[in-house]
C-alpha cells in the first residue's frame, strides 16, 4: 500500500476558533480545540440489511455499539440513529476512511464521506457538562450519559451530535460535537458566548 | 412535553416536528383492478381526523435521530401515552 500522509484541510472555523485564553478569577473551566482534518462518515443500513451491517461492525470493531453509545478508539463508530452510524476517524488519509467501510460494508450499506460537510469541536473541561446543560435537555449525568455515549440533540437549536469521550475526575470530561460545516460559526460563538462565564482557553490545531 | 423517542428516549418536544393525524391509509390507485374511490381519495389527501382527546400523530425526532414517529397522546392535557417507530406502526400496513 503506498504511503498515505493525513489530510490536511481547513475547517469551517480556519480563522476563527483562534488560539485564546480568558480566564475567570485566575482559572478556565473550559477547553475549546479543533481536531485537524477528522474523518467523518455517515453510513445508514440499506433496506433489510441492518442486521447484516451490525454482524459486519461486529467483525471488525468487536462488537456492534448499543443505540445511543461508540465503540472503538482510533477509529469511533457511534450508534446515532436506527439503523444509522457515525464513524470518526483522526489523522486518515483523504477519503481513507469511507473506503475502507465501503469494502467492509459492501451491500449492506452507504457509506458517505461527509468530512467536508462536517465540523468537529472539542470541547472539555470541569464546566463542559455545565454548559452544555445550557443549550440541551439530554440527560448528561454521568449514570446516564458514560464514556462513550453520543447522542443528537439540539445544542442552542443547532442540530449536532455530542460524544462524551472520556470522563477524567481531574480534568474533566472531554466531548466531541460534530455539526453541519454550514452551522459551525454560529455553534461555535453560542459556545464562547456561554465558556465566557466560566473562563476558557481556545487552544490552535495542532500541525 | 416530553416525547420519550424510542432510540433517543426522553426528549423536548421543540425537538419533534409534528405532521399530524396518523390514521389516513392510502387507497387503491387509479386504474387497480379493484377500482378507486373518489371519496376515499378526498378524504386521504384533504380531511384529517383533529379531535380533543387522544390521537394518533405522526412525529419526526429531526433534531436528533430523524425517526418518524407514531405518538399517542392526548391533545387536551399533552399527556403522552405510547410512542413506537413508524416503520414499525405502519409495518404490515401494505399487505393488509
Known amino acids: ?47 433489510g440489511a441492518a442486521v447484516e451491517m451490525a454482524q459486519r461492525i461486529a467483525e471488525r470493531f468487536g462488537r456492534m455499539p448499543q443505540p445511543g453509545r461508540s465503540i472503538g478508539e482510533a477509529t469511533l463508530v457511534l450508534h446515532s440513529a436506527p439503523e444509522t452510524l457515525l464513524i ?21 450499506a452507504s457509506p458517505v464521506d461527509n468530512s467536508h460537510g462536517r465540523a468537529l469541536i472539542r470541547l472539555g473541561g470541569a464546566k463542559a457538562r455545565e454548559l452544555l446543560s445550557f443549550g440541551t435537555a439530554v440527560d448528561l449525568a454521568v449514570e446516564s450519559f458514560p464514556p462513550g455515549a453520543c447522542a443528537s440533540t439540539l445544542l442552542g437549536h443547532i442540530a449536532v451530535t455530542l460524544l462524551l469521550r472520556s470522563d477524567d475526575p481531574e480534568a474533566g470530561p472531554v466531548f466531541d460535537l460534530v455539526v453541519a460545516r454550514g452551522f459551525a460559526e454560529s455553534l461555535w460563538d453560542w459556545l464562547i458566548g456561554r465558556a465566557r462565564r466560566f473562563g476558557y482557553e481556545v487552544t ?3 500541525g | ?40 381519495w378526498y378524504d386521504y389527501v384533504y380531511l384529517r381526523d383533529n379531535p380533543r382527546g387522544v390521537h394518533r400523530e405522526f412525529w419526526q425526532h429531526v433534531g436528533g ?15 403522552v401515552r405510547s410512542v413506537e417507530l413508524a416503520r414499525k406502526a405502519t409495518a404490515g400496513r401494505e399487505a393488509s
Do not use: N, Q, Y
Open chain 2, 65 to 79: 435521530c430523524r425517526a418518524w414517529l407514531v405518538v399517542e397522546r392526548d391533545t387536551a392535557t399533552h399527556e
Open chain 1, 204 to 206: 490552535a490545531p495542532a
Open chain 2, 1 to 40: 412535553m416530553l416525547i420519550h423517542c424510542p432510540f433517543c428516549g426522553a426528549r423536548p418536544s421543540e425537538e419533534f416536528a409534528v405532521l399530524g393525524d396518523a390514521g389516513p391509509k392510502r387507497p387503491e390507485a387509479p386504474g387497480d383492478d379493484t377500482g378507486s374511490d373518489p371519496e376515499a
Open chain 1, 88 to 108: 470518526l476517524g483522526e489523522g486518515r488519509a483523504e477519503g481513507e476512511l469511507v473506503a475502507e467501510l465501503r469494502a467492509l460494508l459492501g451491500e449492506t
Open chain 1, 1 to 47: 500500500m503506498p504511503e498515505l500522509s493525513a489530510a490536511r484541510r481547513l475547517g469551517p472555523l480556519a480563522g476563527i476558533a483562534l488560539p485564546t485564553r480568558v480566564e475567570l478569577d485566575g482559572g478556565i473551566g473550559i477547553r475549546l480545540s479543533l481536531p485537524p482534518a477528522p474523518s467523518i462518515v455517515t453510513a445508514e443500513a440499506r433496506r
